[in-house]
């Protein structure tokens, strides 16, 4: 048999216990399925211990938090929020209600188990599962919350209320942020949101099970984000890295290391598009679980509201000049969104397909 059709009869088989990677590891097995082995986890590029991703204080004063966002954006991508409005203790049940969910027993959770999302909501384990060439060490439960919002009974129960609260939240910091980077452009300061910028909202609920062999595969493959921003909640264990360039040019993974109360903010496909290459989207990935904890986090993904042909997006004429010009065409969300579905998760970013 050969080996596209072993996989695809193993992925199958995999996707069909409908348990996730959660469920292999219950079952008791001591190494990776060979549908998971990345040839390149472990032959990637190097850490730099030394280096760590800027974090913004919010409760600066302003014009310090507006400089600190701009520049985080610009040369990194990626930046840690501390002092923002959202108590630790919601952050905490919000992770504590997701774990809680992905350890439910089998029979319970895998009801959710689906590639169709039943009223906004769908559990599974790798969205890219049947695209990619090498499965990741993780499960997902995703929840769309806007422009359509959620049919509030298909959300597991045991996170509901949480998960409910956690994108009021993450709303409310994203509402905050962009304010911050709109300054930060000399655009008007509501400009993101008048563009629909908080309205189409996804969650995903991610759980990184303990891995037994994690040189063989990764937690997440190397991605960018296809949004305008992430809101990223993660619990204490670690295993988040960003690209980053240094002066000699080569680039090195710099780990986003877990600080408590902090919420990891990056810079997706679309802000870098409107800003025309002011912000960037940089890639990002999360190494296989090696601790003995299963790791748990939850992206919050914002994106425009407006999805009709009518509407496009592009890099911003506010920020345009003869000396800047666009770089990218304009193009309608619907068809940016579903040019990444059709996509396995760390092949080549989207923006490429837009340039001018
Ligand atoms: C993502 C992502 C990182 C993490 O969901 O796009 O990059 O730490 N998640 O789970
Ligand atoms: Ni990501």
Redesign the pocket.
């Known amino acids: 048999m050969s080996v596209s059709i072993d996989r695809a009869i193993a992925v199958k088989a995999f996707d069909e216990t409908k348990a996730g990677v959660k469920g292999l590891v219950d079952s008791g097995i001591t190494s990776v399925p060979f549908i998971f082995h990345h040839p390149t986890a472990n032959l990637s590029i190097p850490v730099a211990a030394h280096l760590s991703i800027p974090t913004v204080d919010l409760s600066l004063p302003r014009p310090i938090t507006i400089d600190r966002i701009r520049s985080a954006s610009r040369d990194w991508g990626f930046f840690q929020l501390i002092n923002h409005s959202i108590p630790i203790s919601t952050m905490q049940s919000t992770i504590s209600a997701v774990r809680a969910f992905h350890e439910l027993p089998t029979a319970v959770r895998s009801k959710h188990y689906t590639r169709s999302p039943v009223g906004g909501v769908a559990y599974l384990s790798n969205g890219d599962l049947f695209k990619s060439s090498a499965a990741s060490w993780?499960d997902?439960l995703q929840i769309s919350f806007g422009p359509v919002p959620p049919e509030l009974d298909e959300i597991p129960e045991v996170c509901r209320s949480e998960l409910v609260k956690w994108d009021e939240s993450a709303k409310e910091v994203a509402r905050e942020v962009m304010g911050l980077m709109c300054e930060g452009l000399g655009l008007g300061p509501r400009r993101l949101e008048e563009l629909s910028c908080l309205e189409g909202r996804g969650m995903?609920c991610?759980y990184?099970p303990p891995c037994p062999e994690p040189h063989l595969t990764v937690?997440?493959g190397n991605?960018t984000?296809p949004v305008i921003l992430?809101v990223?909640l993660?619990d204490e264990i670690g295993?988040?890295r960003a690209k980053r360039k240094v002066e000699d040019g080569h680039e090195v993974w710099v780990d986003?290391k877990p600080i408590p109360g902090a919420l990891?903010v990056?810079v997706g496909d679309l802000l870098q598009i409107i800003t025309n290459d002011e912000f960037k989207s940089v890639h990002?990935?999360?190494v296989a679980n090696s601790s003995d904890e299963a790791?748990v986090?939850v992206?919050c993904?914002f994106n425009p509201g407006r999805r009709e042909e009518s509407t496009t997006y592009g890099p911003l004429p506010e920020l345009l000049s003869s000396e800047n010009p666009p770089r990218y065409r304009n193009f309608n969300v619907n068809d940016f969104l579903g040019r990444f579905l059709s996509k396995e998760l760390n092949t080549k970013t989207l923006i490429e397909f837009f340039k001018l």
Request: proline residues 0%; hydrophobic residues 35%.
């Open positions: 993780r997902t995903s991610h990184y937690g997440a991605h984000d992430t990223l993660q295993g988040l986003v990891v990056n990002h990935q999360v790791r986090s992206a993904f």
